[in-house]
C-alpha cells in the first residue's frame, strides 16, 4: 500500500526482507524506498504483483486481494484512507526535514500526487 501511495516502481522480492532478532520471524524495517515521479497520472506499475489487476498500484488492486491478507473489505478501505491521508499530509514535510529543497520538493512531487492510485 506505501510503495503504490509514493510511486515506488523499485519494489522488487529483494526489497522485503525478514529478520529474526529473538527467536522469532518477522518483517525487517522498511528499506529502499523510492519515490518515483513518472509523468503518467493514469497508470503506474509496481515491479510485484499486488492484486488481480497485476502490478496496477490503485486502491482496487490493492482492495482485490485484501481477504488474502487476513483484512474484510471495509477495514482494508480504512487503512488505506488512513495511510493515503499521513503520505499526502507528510511527505513535504518530511522531505524538509531531511535537507529538500523547494525544487526537490516540485520534482518528486508527481511521486505522490496520482490521481491514478483512485481509478
Known sequence: MFNAL??????????????????????SPAYDLTPSPVRSLDRRDLA???????????????????????????????LIDEMKSVVHGRWEAVVRAHGGSLADLTAIAPAFEYPGFEY
Open 48 to 78: 510485484l504483483e499486488l492484486g488481480q489487476q497485476g502490478r496496477w498500484a490503485n486502491r482496487g488492486n490493492l482492495l482485490s486481494e485484501c481477504e488474502r491478507f487476513g483484512f474484510e473489505r471495509e477495514e482494508a478501505t480504512a
Open 6 to 27: 509514493i510511486s515506488n516502481l523499485d519494489d522488487h522480492p529483494r526489497n522485503h526482507a525478514l529478520i529474526a532478532p529473538a527467536s522469532e520471524w518477522q518483517l
